[in-house]
């Protein structure tokens, strides 16, 4: 993970705040539609909302 980590500081390295708002901006969008896309399949259970429901009362 920390090797990860470093290879995208030393990419990022140099990067101007012009360029960081556009890769922040593309990164955030693409993210958006994954999650959207995502969002249409999530489905609730009865056992999933009961558990959530009680839950708020302990």
Excluded: C, H, P
């Amino acid at each position: 993970m920390e090797e990860e980590i470093k290879r995208y500081i030393d990419a990022l390295d140099g990067i101007s705040v012009k360029d960081w708002n556009k890769l922040k901006m593309g990164m955030d969008r693409m993210f958006e539609e994954k999650r959207k896309e995502l969002d249409k399949t999530i489905k609730s259970n009865s056992i999933d909302v009961e558990k959530i429901i009680l839950s708020q009362f302990e």
